[in-house]
C-alpha cells in the first residue's frame, strides 16, 4: 500500500508532518518521491491524451463546420432555382451539421477545461516533487555529517580510553615504585630493628656480667 491513496492527497500533503511521525525518514521520502514520480508520470499520459482529444475534436468540428456550409449554400442555391424542396432538405442537414457542432464544440470546452486541470495539477505535483527531492537531500546531508560526527567522535572516544589505559599504566607502574621503595626502606628497618634487640640482649648480658663480678669482689672484700 502506497503512502499516497489519492492525487489530491499528494498535492495536499504535510511532507514536514509526514516526515516528522516516521520511524525511517529517509525511506519515507524515498517512497514519497518515488510515488510522486510515477503519479506525474500517470498525469502527464493523461494530458497527452487529453491534447490528442483536443486536436481530433477540432478536426471533426472544422469539418462539420465545413459541411454545414456548404449545406447552407446548396439550400441558397436550390431557392434561387425555384427548388423549394431541395432547399429545405438542404437546410435540414445544415440545421443537422449545426446540432452536430454544437455537440462537438461542448465536448472540445471540456476537453481543454480538463487539460487546464492537468497542467495545472502537474505544476502542482512537480512542485511537491522539487520538495520532497530537497528535503532528500537535507536528510542524506545530515546523515551524512551525524555519521561523521559520530565517526570522529568515536575515534577521540577510542583515543582517550587508550590514553587513560596508558596513563594508568604509568600511574600503577610509578605506584609500585613507591610501594618498592618503602618495602626496601622497611626492610632496612627490620634488620636495624634486630640488630638493636640484638645490642640490648649483649648489654643486658653485659649488665649480668658486670653484676656478678660486683657480687663476686663484694664476697672476696668482706672476707
Known amino acids: 500500500m502506497g503512502i499516497f491513496s489519492r492525487f489530491s492527497d499528494i498535492v495536499n500533503s504535510n511532507i514536514n508532518s509526514i516526515l516528522e511521525k ?6 519515507i521520502v524515498r517512497l514519497m518521491i518515488q510515488e510522486m514520480e510515477d503519479t506525474l508520470v500517470e498525469v502527464r499520459s493523461s494530458a497527452a491524451r487529453a491534447i490528442a482529444d483536443k486536436k481530433e475534436l477540432n478536426r471533426k468540428l472544422a469539418a462539420v463546420e465545413a459541411d454545414g456550409g456548404e449545406w447552407q449554400a446548396k439550400a441558397e442555391l436550390a431557392i434561387n432555382k425555384g427548388r423549394d424542396d431541395l432547399a429545405k432538405a438542404a437546410l435540414a442537414e445544415k440545421r443537422r451539421m449545426d446540432e452536430s457542432s454544437d455537440i462537438l464544440r ?22 511537491k516533487l522539487a520538495d520532497a527531492k530537497m528535503r532528500q537531500k537535507a536528510l542524506i546531508t545530515r546523515h551524512q555529517t551525524a555519521s561523521h560526527r559520530l565517526e570522529v567522535r568515536q575515534k577521540i572516544h577510542d583515543y582517550k580510553i587508550e590514553d587513560a589505559l ?4 604509568q600511574f600503577e607502574r610509578k605506584m609500585e615504585n613507591v610501594e618498592g ?16 634487640f640484638k ?25
Do not use: T, W
Open 22 to 27: 516516521a520511524e525511517d525518514p529517509e525511506k
Open 106 to 127: 461542448e465536448q472540445y470546452m471540456a476537453v481543454e477545461e480538463g487539460l487546464d486541470k492537468l497542467n495545472e495539477d502537474i505544476g502542482r505535483l512537480e512542485d
Open 166 to 169: 596508558v596513563r594508568f599504566e
Open 181 to 196: 621503595r618503602v618495602e626496601a626502606f622497611d626492610l632496612g628497618r627490620k634488620k636495624d630493628l634486630s640488630q638493636e
Open 199 to 223: 645490642d640490648l640482649e649483649h648489654e643486658e648480658s653485659v649488665e649480668k656480667d658486670f653484676a656478678e663480678l660486683k657480687r663476686r669482689m663484694k664476697e672476696k672484700s668482706g672476707n
